[in-house]
């Protein structure tokens, strides 16, 4: 098959969406099919896309930004149709079907497959008077649209039903992970990333996120003080950027535990997993702030991966990321006291932790990996 992704979320953009756009047009050229991917350009673009041309996906970047790129890629489109033949369209979320139906696949009779990942169902981000209603009206026609629906999680298909969808043309396909990117690094490597990035010696706890409101960070920060009455060698450690950077840092000092708690920034993608096994356990207790919601998390099955037990607030797509008692735990939102009490325990009981770190790495090998999600993805492609 030649199959035509079209997404306004990839590399090197970072994000959850990126990654799943990536990994699925890296798991369906193993297949052996033919994979065009438009998506917007980047001024670091090019070593990404050679990687990309290496794995079988051929890249047709586009001058545009997230919001213009659904019309800046009508042209990629057509011409990419005039060239040869496409056997099915994939749109990564729905703002990029928009773009495919404008360039006219319908005329060409190529089915449609639209992934869901939650927030983008949700949005309302027009402010003039009645635009938001015109906004839903499009947002509805281009996801009925689709022959085919992929939500990334339970919630998410959950959040299709009030579009009128056929239950039949829904498929949810869990996101995953790559376990052989994502595995247990030995503590010597540890020890010297830890060394290197200055954290102290004691029990780490480590999340990795944007710095969005929605992360719930802050509920970490305010569940700290009480982990260091039982643990008080114990260090928070949060790698990644964003716009809360600022207030999560001015938290930290009126908590008085800044000494304690470490900022890092974005970190490099090659650091990620010996931070992830450094940890002793990986927290994230995203909250469901609508239409700011986690569709997922797929930072869970990477700390899993490494081996790493994990804790994340029973939100969104959340309890498909986290088998609660089996390979981490869900505890509920904005619930300082319990956080407290979940990452004290994991933290006083390692045989137990340690478990789970085991059984989330087996979970991600045996079935929340990139390349069971794309085969899954695949078998339904073949269908439409
Ligand atoms: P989302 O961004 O809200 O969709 O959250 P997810 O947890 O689903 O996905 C986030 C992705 O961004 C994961 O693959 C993370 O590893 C990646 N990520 C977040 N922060 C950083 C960072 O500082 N460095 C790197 N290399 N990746 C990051």
Redesign the pocket.
């Given at each position: 098959m030649h199959i035509l992704v079209v997404t306004q979320d990839f590399p090197p953009d970072?994000?959850?969406?990126?990654?799943?756009a990536a990994e699925v047009a890296r798991g369906l050229a193993r297949h052996g099919h033919r994979i065009s991917v438009v998506c917007p350009d980047r001024p670091d673009a090019p070593p990404h896309d050679n990687e990309f041309a290496a794995a079988g996906v051929h890249t047709i970047r586009v001058a545009s930004n997230q919001d213009t790129f659904p019309i800046k890629a009508v042209p990629a489109v057509r011409r990419l149709m005039a060239e040869a033949t496409v056997d099915v369209a994939f749109a990564v979320a729905w703002p990029s079907a928009l773009a495919l139906l404008m360039a006219g696949v319908r005329r060409h009779h190529i089915p449609i497959a639209l992934a869901a990942?939650g927030?983008e169902l949700l949005l309302e981000p027009v402010r003039v008077p009645g635009g938001q209603a015109v906004y839903n009206a499009l947002r509805r026609r281009i996801v009925r649209s689709a022959d085919l629906l992929l939500p990334v999680s339970r919630y998410t298909a959950s959040l299709l039903v009030p579009f009128g969808v056929l239950a039949m043309q829904i498929q949810i396909v869990n996101?995953g992970?790559d376990p052989s990117v994502f595995f247990p690094v030995d503590t010597a490597e540890c020890a010297a990333l830890r060394a290197k990035l200055g954290l102290p010696d004691g029990p780490l706890i480590l999340t990795?996120?944007?710095l969005?409101g929605r992360?719930g960070v802050n509920t970490v920060l305010e569940a700290f003080p009480g982990v260091l009455c039982t643990h008080p060698r114990a260090s928070y450690v949060v790698?990644?950027?964003g716009p809360d950077r600022d207030a999560l840092v001015a938290l930290a000092s009126r908590l008085g535990i800044s000494e304690r708690v470490h900022f890092?920034?974005?970190?490099?993608?090659a650091?990620?997993r010996t931070l992830y096994s450094a940890a002793d356990v990986f927290v994230?207790p995203?909250r469901e702030a609508r239409p700011d919601v986690?569709?997922?998390?797929?930072?869970?099955l990477?700390a899993n991966a490494c081996a790493t037990p994990v804790i994340g607030a029973d939100t969104g797509g959340i309890p498909d990321a986290i088998e609660h008692g089996h390979t981490g735990l869900l505890i509920p939102p904005d619930d300082a006291a319990a956080l407290g009490k979940a990452l004290s325990g994991l933290l006083a009981d390692p045989e137990r932790a340690a478990a789970m770190g085991a059984a989330g790495r087996k979970r991600v090998v045996d079935a929340f990996n990139w390349q069971c999600a794309a085969d899954h993805i695949e078998a339904r492609l073949s269908h439409l």
């Open positions: 970072v994000g959850g969406t990126q990654t799943y990942h927030r996101n992970t990795v996120s944007r969005v992360k790698a990644g950027d890092l920034g974005r970190i490099p993608y650091e990620l994230l995203a986690e569709g997922f998390g797929i930072v869970f990477e």
